[in-house]
């Protein structure tokens, strides 16, 4: 069973176009997040949510539109996709609150905009 | 502004060896340390951590040092092994407040057979 397992895992699209990527985690944890890589390497957060309500945006472009329905899903929304929005987003789910800050990770989507 | 830099983009040890991943960081609000690794088309995994009550955090193979006057902090892996070729990301936040992770950029380590 995978924990935290986010879909598609490769995403090719055109610029302009809306697509989300969905996540959802069985470890029962009330925090969720989704991260970006980009071509740089660098590994930063976007947004973080618990239990349904958002705690962290991080100065992200308003074309992305996290949705949380429940405590275990986190869906990621982007309108009008931009060549710059190709990267590699994660999603990740942890304990608010727990004695330091263990983040479980999924595999990964790939996006790719052309 | 990185607050997390981990400045060997990459590390080749042969088999048997240790080897040693370091990671220095600027915020002195950061209690609490993480390292995580991964591999090729999947999601890092968690591996070690620390907080900062500590100076030494040892699992198995891995050993992680913390020396937060020099704000530094390290990755021993002995003995090194293939299966442990990959990318290690160090990461760090304070406890009990800020959900936020903030990773370093990565070292790409290459154990040879």
């Known amino acids: 069973d995978t924990a935290v397992s986010q879909t598609p895992k490769y995403l090719v699209t055109q610029m302009g176009n809306d697509k989300s990527i969905k996540c959802e985690q069985n470890?029962?944890?009330?925090?969720m997040y989704w991260y970006k890589q980009d071509s740089k390497k660098f590994l930063k957060i976007m947004f973080s949510?618990?239990?349904?309500?958002?705690?962290i945006n991080e100065t992200v472009p308003n074309r992305f539109s996290p949705k949380s329905p429940d405590k275990a899903h986190l869906n990621l929304h982007i309108n009008s996709l931009e060549l710059g929005d190709s990267a590699v987003y994660f999603c990740?789910?942890?304990?608010?609150?727990?004695?330091?800050?263990?983040?479980?990770f999924g595999e990964g989507s790939w996006l790719t905009v052309v | 502004d990185q607050q997390v830099k981990q400045n060997s983009p990459s590390l080749s040890v042969q088999e048997g060896r240790i080897s040693i991943l370091n990671c220095d960081y600027t915020?002195?609000?950061?209690?609490?340390f993480l390292w995580y690794k991964k591999y090729p088309a999947e999601g890092p995994t968690f591996l070690i951590s620390i907080s900062s009550i500590k100076d030494k955090n040892e699992d198995g193979r891995f050993t992680v040092f913390l020396n937060k006057s020099a704000k530094h902090l390290s990755l021993h892996i002995v003995p090194s092994q293939p299966g442990d070729s990959a990318v290690y990301f160090c990461a760090a936040n304070t406890q009990g407040g800020s959900e936020k992770l903030v990773f370093g950029k990565g070292t790409k380590l290459t154990v040879n057979p």
């Open positions: 990740a789910s942890s304990h608010h609150g727990t004695s330091g800050n263990t983040i479980y």
């Open positions: 470890l029962g944890h009330d925090t």
């Open positions: 915020n002195s609000m950061f209690d609490y």
């Open positions: 949510y618990n239990n349904k309500e958002l705690i």
